[in-house]
């Protein structure tokens, strides 16, 4: 599933296509907008830029305007990270990184927000991540 476009509510307004990361929303400024399902990886990033909840989520449902300040970012319990990288694969914006190891010899590696400011705040990492160490926490 991907996210979709209400035809008789979208405007045009270019805001969801001008953000989308994949380009996998079409069209042309002032006329309705489509999403390409091959393409969207169902981040929500479109629906936090329409004022006009012409965004539906993957399961049909209209989303909310949401302003950035409001966004959740990834929080990575270090202690608990065991380094393995899925979180990093799976962010649509490549904003969790890797960190290298404190001392020579240390095999302790754990993923951690390098670009705060690309994070849509999407939660794809927080759900890949197999052992809960990413929570989702404001951003101011």
Not at 16 to 22: A, E, M, R
Request: aromatic content about 8%.
């Amino acid at each position: 599933m991907a996210y979709s476009i209400n035809k008789e509510k979208c405007t045009g307004c270019d805001a969801c296509s001008v953000t989308c990361p994949t380009q996998a929303i079409s069209g042309e400024q002032y006329r309705k907008h489509s999403i390409d399902p091959e393409v969207c990886v169902s981040c929500g990033l479109c629906a936090d830029f329409c004022e006009h909840g012409a965004i539906y989520d993957d399961s049909g449902k209209p989303t909310k305007f949401c302003s950035w300040e409001d966004w959740l970012m990834p929080s990575v319990d270090k202690d608990i990270c065991t380094g393995c990288s899925l979180c990093v694969e799976v962010c649509p914006m490549y904003a969790l990184k890797i960190s290298e190891p404190e001392f020579r010899g240390d095999i302790r590696t754990h993923a951690y927000l390098a670009e705060p400011s690309v994070c849509i705040g999407c939660e794809k990492c927080m759900k890949r991540c197999p052992i809960k160490a990413i929570s989702m926490i404001p951003r101011v």
